[in-house]
């Protein structure tokens, strides 16, 4: 799924016609649950959106005890490392039965948030970041494990260098912007930063201000070099830091 059109649902609740929605609210519900929401070892239904029985194939009470015996097997491993017992929940997920969907996006993301439970303010392990040799469910337990490990290694160390272009950007775009009046510029550096990609609508949503003031920073951001247009279209633009 491209990252506009991931953008524009999850600040608009905008599709195309070509667009699955079931697919886009999955992966809203997957970057709401990675940003926030409970605690998956506290309350796993309420992080899974499942506490409705009549909604899903499972009845009420083989869903709790399906939860119940992966929390009891990821409890007792409370001595492993974080990054160690996500691995390990993760490869017990369809072993306990709680795959919902033929892929494993409930899975991952549990783990993803399992992971950096010791995080000292990280929400979420950039899993996906590292590659997807992590997620395969081949081979001996030490080397999913080794797999698991490498790829955590990868996505942890490419999600900070983006992290740190972003912060470089943000406080050089702030100089080139401190003379600019009004709040429009500093609200939209702020969804420059926060999103990967912004439209024109999504920005004037995300910021409150007019059409017309977002165009007008959009276009002085861009001669700048502030920021760039990746479409290359005349409509539907999107943009994106230039960092």
């Known amino acids: 799924m491209s990252p506009d059109r991931l953008a524009l649902w999850l600040s608009m609740r ?23 929401g409970p605690e998956p070892m506290v309350d796993l239904a309420a992080f899974l959106d499942r506490r409705d029985p009549e909604k899903f ?9 399906r939860v119940g015996s992966w929390l009891d097997v990821m409890t007792a491993a409370v001595d492993l ?7 390990m ?6 072993l306990a039965g709680l795959g919902r969907y033929g892929d494993r996006i409930e899975a991952a ?3 993803g948030r399992i992971a950096a439970s010791d995080g000292n303010g990280a929400i979420f392990a950039p899993l996906a970041m590292g590659g997807a040799g992590g997620l395969r469910a081949s081979g001996r337990p030490a080397e999913r494990l080794a797999r698991w490990l490498d790829e955590m290694e990868t996505g942890c160390l ?16 702030e100089a080139e912007t401190a003379a600019l009046s009004g709040k429009t510029s500093p609200n939209l550096l702020a969804a ?30 861009e001669a700048r070099g502030l920021i760039r247009e990746v479409t290359g279209q005349g409509r539907f633009r999107m943009w994106q830091a230039a960092t």
């Open 192 to 221: 420059l930063t926060e999103w990967p990609l912004v439209s024109a609508p999504m920005a004037q949503t995300l910021t409150g201000a007019s059409r017309a003031a977002v165009q007008r920073n959009l276009a002085w951001m």
């Open 89 to 94: 929940g993760f490869q017990l997920w369809s």
């Open 14 to 36: 905008l599709s195309g016609v070509q667009d699955d929605s079931e697919a886009l609210a999955r992966a809203g519900w997957a970057v709401r649950r990675l940003t926030g």
């Open 109 to 111: 993301v549990t783990a």
């Open 158 to 173: 490419t999600a900070m260098r983006h992290l740190d272009d972003l912060e470089a950007w943000s406080t050089r775009a």
């Open 81 to 87: 490392h974080p990054i160690t017992r996500a691995c």
């Open 57 to 65: 194939e499972d009845n009420a009470e083989r869903f709790d005890e």
